[in-house]
């Protein structure tokens, strides 16, 4: 059963991350575009879509399999080091921003966001720093 779940976790993982990286590279396109209305009637869809269809379900199973996971060896989370607990607190900072993409995703929608689109390629560098701390956390595990 571990495995199966593991397998769901990584995939999972690999669709929401999909989502975190491609969002706010839209909304760079998006505000780089304003004034192109058949363009950004377009990435107004995409946006949705990759929030809402993909995004969310995929941040819900990576999740959700990660308690499980917890649950089915659940002195793992106290005898595996710190690694573990920096992990838990990079994830919940990225579950954090991926709910602020959603705020950022309504005003773009609204026309009511004032960040530019150099604002948009910072933001665009967290989940990929949030990505390989997490994973460092997990394979490295340097405490």
């Given at each position: ?14 669709s929401?991350?999909?989502?975190l ?48 996971l ?56 967290v ?17």
């Amino acid at each position: 059963m571990y495995a199966w779940i593991m397998w769901l976790h990584v995939i999972s993982m690999i669709s929401w991350f999909a989502a975190l990286f491609y969002l706010p590279r839209l909304f760079i396109y998006h505000t780089e575009n304003k004034d192109n209305e058949g363009f950004t009637k377009i990435v107004k869809v995409q946006e949705y879509k990759l929030y809402y269809y993909i995004g969310l379900p995929a941040m819900y199973a990576t999740v959700l399999s990660g308690i499980a996971l917890a649950f089915l060896y659940p002195t793992n989370i106290f005898t595996t080091g710190g690694w573990f607990h920096a992990k838990l607190f990079f994830i919940a900072i990225l579950i954090v921003f991926f709910f602020s993409i959603n705020v950022y995703r309504k005003q773009l929608e609204n026309e009511t966001c004032t960040k530019s689109s150099k604002w948009f390629r910072v933001y665009n560098e967290v989940p990929t720093i949030l990505m390989m701390l997490i994973v460092a956390m997990v394979v490295v595990k340097p405490f």
